[in-house]
């Protein structure tokens, strides 16, 4: 099985491009807890919910990886949950990192903010590409600093499309 991330900040394509790369590959899409989460309290989050929502999203990847499809993909993982908490309360629970540490990705797509327009959604709060930029450039850190694979994904949407499929295609060769 691999194991395939979608990660970066928000608007810049992760949930599309999951559903382009399982359109075009299989496999099994896992998407964001957190979306279901609001959708369900009909609120927004607190610092108090970030332990909740972790588990969801710890629980739904594991129930995937369960499956053991050839292709897992994430919408995203643990590493939004850390930036965001981080972000929004200036804090984070402690356990939230090494939980991550403890998982195996084969590749992360971090996907820019520069070329594609931001599109509210009701759930998004960073209209401004700086904070955006800002949210990218902390996850690309993090991800550089625990030394994940990697891979940069920018460009319009059409461009995202092929590099991205171009990296899974790379990725299930190998």
Request: hydrophobic share 45%; with cysteine.
């Amino acid at each position: 099985m691999k194991v395939l991330v979608l990660c970066g900040p928000e608007s810049s394509g992760k949930s599309w491009l999951s559903g382009e790369i399982q359109a075009r590959f299989g496999g099994l899409t896992v998407g964001e807890y957190v979306r279901h989460f609001i959708d369900v309290q009909q609120r927004d989050t607190v610092y108090a919910d970030i332990p909740a929502i972790a588990l969801g999203q710890l629980a739904w990847e594991d129930q995937a990886r369960d499956q053991a499809p050839s292709l897992l993909v994430l919408d995203t993982h643990l590493l939004s949950n850390i930036l965001w908490s981080r972000t929004l309360f200036g804090d984070c629970p402690a356990w939230l990192e090494p939980a991550l540490l403890q998982r195996h990705y084969d590749l992360h797509l971090l996907l820019s903010p520069q070329g594609v327009d931001w599109i509210a959604d009701g759930q998004r709060c960073q209209p401004d590409l700086r904070q955006r930029q800002a949210f990218f450039d902390d996850s690309q850190a993090w991800l550089q600093a625990h030394r994940q694979p990697m891979q940069v994904i920018g460009g319009n949407w059409a461009g995202r499309r092929d590099q991205a499929l171009a990296a899974v295609a790379q990725l299930l060769a190998h």
